[in-house]
């Protein structure tokens, strides 16, 4: 599967996969999707977790996002991210962090971020948890009015009671589920 980014400064660019099969890419179909939905991004502070390929915080940089922030503990991911940033000419706006995503979480570096993109790996739970972190201490976290944005297999999908975030959208592509929890509402 080739990954590319779709839009923006870099657009056409193809991206790197990470070596073998610890890490779950985005669709190209999904993530043209997530990004028409979102509109502009331009001028936005985002936090990439679980970052994989770096691909939607890149596809955020190339349509204007002002920074970026990928986290992942996987050496081969970060490798991949980097040379990712490199080859799209991404790099300014953009922030590599080798790490545990919910350690990075818990240090809680500000300002906060306008949206939060969670894809860890599947099967495991592990979206709710830092989740459930950015919701506690929502201020910490997000902007007014940001977003936190999960990718999940489907049937990985339940509820998950929060004090500060509503579930506002939710879409399925396949074995793919996007799920919108808004700051605010």
């Keep these: 599967m080739a990954a590319r980014v779709i839009s923006g400064k870099a657009k056409g660019r193809k991206l790197k996969l990470v070596p073998g099969d610890t890490t779950r890419p985005i669709m190209d179909r999904v993530k043209e999707n997530l990004f028409n939905i979102l509109g502009d991004v331009g001028d936005t502070r985002w936090l990439d977790l679980f970052a994989g390929t770096g691909q939607v915080g890149i596809e955020a940089l190339s349509r204007g996002a002002a920074e970026v922030v990928f986290v992942d503990k996987a050496r081969a991911a970060i490798q991949t991210i980097r ?97 919108f929890y808004q700051a605010g509402s």
């Design 83 to 179: 040379d990712n940033l490199a080859h799209t000419r991404l790099e300014d706006g953009a922030k590599v962090v080798a790490g545990d995503a919910l350690a990075y979480l818990r240090a809680a570096p500000g300002p906060p971020f306008d949206v939060v993109y969670i894809a860890p790996p599947q099967y495991m739970e592990i979206w709710i948890e830092p989740l459930r972190l950015i919701d506690a201490a929502i201020d910490r976290y997000l902007t007014a009015g940001g977003l936190v944005i999960v990718q999940i297999d489907p049937r990985e999908y339940k509820p998950v009671e929060l004090a500060n975030l509503t579930l506002s959208d939710e879409r399925r592509y396949g074995n793919t589920m996007l799920c």
